[in-house]
């Protein structure tokens, strides 16, 4: 059964409060992030970025939450740390040490503290949003040019308007 936004926002404030609590270094990405900024209207799972370093840690947590699903490699990725569960028919994706393969060549795109641009409180939880511009970047090498298009739009607005 698919879960509605609400319960998915649910899942994600719980996940904000452990990363919080345990001072992780995160961020939204994917999907979600255009939902937040207000580039499209639904998404479908949780893409959550992480600092690499603490992988350990956050499966340490994550995993008696729900089920880690099995890893299944992918040509297109070389991502030192991925994980996958579902929480409470929630999907999440856990990104640390991002690696993308384009056109021969891995562009390795690890989770920096400057590329966090933001953040906002949802039920008291802050949630840290990763940067649109390394986002246009990330969907131009993964092929994905609808996504990509709409972030070149969008940052090339914001350009023109000065911000």
């Not at 404030?13 to 992780?24: D, K, M, P």
């Not at 690890?110 to 940067?131: T, V, Y």
Request: charged share 25%; net charge negative; with cysteine.
């Amino acid at each position: 059964m698919t879960k509605t936004k609400e319960e998915k926002l649910q899942v994600l404030v719980q996940l904000a409060e452990l990363f919080n609590e345990h001072e992780i270094q995160w961020a939204v990405g994917g999907s979600l992030l255009l939902y937040f900024k207000g580039l499209v209207s639904d998404f479908h799972d949780l893409d959550l970025m992480i600092d690499e370093q603490a992988g350990e840690q956050v499966a340490q947590l994550l995993e008696p939450l729900g089920t880690r699903r099995p890893f299944i490699p992918s040509p297109a990725f070389q991502t030192r740390c991925f994980m996958e569960f579902l929480i409470e028919g929630v999907e999440i994706d856990v990104i640390g040490g991002l690696a993308i393969v384009s056109e021969g060549h891995v562009h390795e795109l690890p989770l920096r503290s400057e590329e966090i641009e933001e953040g906002f409180s949802l039920e008291g939880q802050r949630i840290p949003l990763h940067s649109l511009r390394v986002w246009e970047i990330y969907y131009t090498l993964m092929g994905r040019t609808e996504k990509a298009e709409i972030l070149r739009k969008r940052n090339h607005l914001k350009k023109q308007n000065g911000n």
